[in-house]
C-alpha cells in the first residue's frame, strides 16, 4: 500500500535557491517540450513520444548549463507530468465527446500557483532520520515532525505553496496495520446545519472554517485590490492571503481526517448519499456551505481508508427520497420534502421520525439492499428485504476482493 507522509520543510538559504531552481528547471522543462510538440504537430503534423523527448532532454542538457545543477529525476518527472496531461486529455475528449473536460495541456506559469517537482529514490539519495530529510542535491533539510514517516521511499514532491513555504510530500510504500475487525453497519445523512447525523442520532457539527475566517478574508481581499501592482504592500497582502486560505484548508483537512478515521475504525460497511456535489454547488445560495463542507473530499477520504482496513463505504443513488421514506413502514410522506420539517409522525404507521436520523436510517438499509444485489446473496435478506448476516456479506464481498461498487 502507497501511503504519502506530507512535512514542512525549514530549509537554509542554500537549500531554499536550490528547491527553487529545481523548481525553475522542472516547469522549464515541461514548457519547452509542450511548446517543441505543438509546433510538431502544426508544422508536421507529428507527434513527440516520451522517449524521443527523454532523447532530446539529454542533448538540450548539454546546450544549457543550468539544466545541470539540479537532478535529473527532476526534469524526466516533469516530461512524464507533460506526457500524463496529454494522455488525459485525449482519454477525456473520447469520454467527453465534446463537452467540456480536462483541457489541452497548458503552459506553467511562473507566478499564481503552486509550484512544484518531483525525485524519484535510487541508491539512498533521499533518506529520512529523526527530523530531516535527505534530498538529491539539496542535502539533509530539516522539517517540522507532525507524524512518523513509515516504510520505503518511492518518490518525494517539493511544492512551494503560494503563501511561500515549502511542502514535501513522501510516497512510501508501507504495510498498514489494519483495525480489528467489528460487525457494526453505519448510515450516514450529510447535511450543512449539521456535518452529519448517524443511525444512532450522533450529531456532527458543521465546523465552517470558512466562515469564521471570512471577515479576514475580505479585508486581505481589500488590501490587496487597493493596492500597487508591483509593490511591496502588494507582495505582503497576498502572502497574507494565501496563508489564511491554508489555515482554512489544513484546519479542515485536519477535521476530515479524525471524522473519518474514526468512523472507519468504528465500523465495518458505512453507506453514504452519493451526493453529486458539483450539481449542487451551481446553486448560489448553498454553494458556500457545501464546498466548506468540501463532502467529496471527505467521502474520497472514507474510501481510501476503507481499502487499508477492509471496510466498505456503499453509495446511495442520489435520487433515493432517504428523507421522505418512513424508516419504519416504508412509506413516502411528500410533506418532508420541506427543509423546515425537522421532525414527523408517519401518518402510516405513527412512527416518530427524526428528520436527519431517519434519512441515515434509510440510507444504511438501502446500501445494504445495494451490496446484497451485487454480491448475490438472496438468503441474507428474510422475507421483509431486511438484512440477516451482514458480517457474512462483508466477509464474502472482502473475499471477492470487492470493496467499492
Ligand atoms: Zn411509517
Redesign the pocket.
Given at each position: 500500500m502507497q501511503k504519502a507522509f506530507k512535512v514542512t520543510l525549514i530549509p537554509n538559504h542554500k537549500q531554499e535557491i536550490l528547491i527553487n531552481k529545481s523548481i525553475g528547471c522542472a516547469k522549464f522543462v515541461y514548457n519547452h517540450f509542450l511548446a517543441l510538440k505543438q509546433e510538431l504537430y502544426q508544422t508536421e503534423k507529428k507527434t513527440l513520444t516520451y522517449n524521443a523527448c527523454s532523447q532530446r532532454l539529454t542533448l538540450l542538457k548539454k546546450e544549457i548549463e543550468w539544466l545541470q545543477e539540479v537532478d535529473k529525476f527532476t526534469l524526466q518527472n516533469s516530461l512524464r507530468n507533460l506526457e500524463t496531461a496529454y494522455k488525459n486529455f485525449f482519454a477525456d475528449l473520447k469520454k467527453a465527446k465534446g463537452k467540456k473536460g480536462v483541457g489541452f495541456p497548458k503552459f506553467k506559469k511562473k507566478h499564481g500557483c503552486k509550484q512544484s517537482y518531483k525525485t524519484n529514490l535510487t541508491n539512498g539519495n533521499i533518506q529520512v532520520i529523526k527530523n530531516r530529510l535527505k534530498l538529491p542535491k539539496c542535502g539533509w533539510v530539516r522539517f517540522h515532525k507532525s507524524q512518523d514517516v513509515i516504510g520505503t521511499i518511492v518518490n518525494v514532491t517539493v511544492t512551494r505553496t503560494l503563501s511561500g513555504k515549502y511542502i514535501a510530500s513522501i510516497l512510501c510504500e508501507t504495510e498498514i496495520e489494519k483495525h480489528p475487525q467489528v460487525s457494526q453497519n453505519i448510515g450516514i445523512d450529510l447535511g450543512i446545519k449539521s456535518y452529519l447525523v448517524t443511525i444512532d442520532g450522533e450529531v456532527v457539527d458543521n465546523p465552517k472554517y470558512y466562515r469564521i475566517q471570512k471577515r479576514k478574508l475580505r479585508s486581505y481581499h481589500k488590501k490587496l485590490s487597493r493596492s500597487v501592482k508591483g509593490s511591496n504592500n502588494r507582495a505582503k497582502a497576498k502572502i497574507k492571503l494565501a496563508r489564511t486560505y491554508q489555515r482554512i484548508t489544513n484546519l479542515r483537512d485536519d477535521f476530515l481526517h479524525k471524522l473519518s478515521t474514526r468512523l472507519i475504525k468504528e465500523n465495518s460497511i458505512i453507506c453514504i448519499e452519493n451526493l453529486q456535489v458539483a450539481n449542487m454547488v451551481k446553486n448560489h445560495k448553498l454553494a458556500s456551505s457545501i464546498t466548506d463542507a468540501s463532502w467529496s473530499k471527505f467521502v474520497a477520504m472514507l474510501e481510501y481508508k476503507a481499502l487499508w482496513h477492509d471496510r466498505i463505504v456503499q453509495k446511495v443513488g442520489t435520487f433515493y427520497p432517504s428523507s421522505q421514506t418512513?424508516n419504519?413502514?416504508g412509506?413516502i410522506n411528500p410533506l418532508v420534502k420541506d427543509l423546515k420539517l425537522r421532525e414527523w409522525s408517519?401518518p402510516?404507521?405513527d412512527?416518530y421520525n427524526l428528520r436527519d436520523v431517519n434519512a441515515s436510517l434509510n440510507i444504511l438499509s438501502e446500501g445494504l439492499k445495494i451490496l446484497t444485489a451485487a454480491v448475490g446473496v438472496p438468503e441474507a435478506l428474510n422475507a421483509c428485504g431486511e438484512l440477516v448476516r451482514p458480517g457474512a456479506i462483508q466477509a464474502e464481498l472482502v473475499e471477492a476482493g470487492i470493496t467499492r461498487l
Open positions: 418512513c419504519h413502514c412509506f408517519c402510516s404507521c412512527n
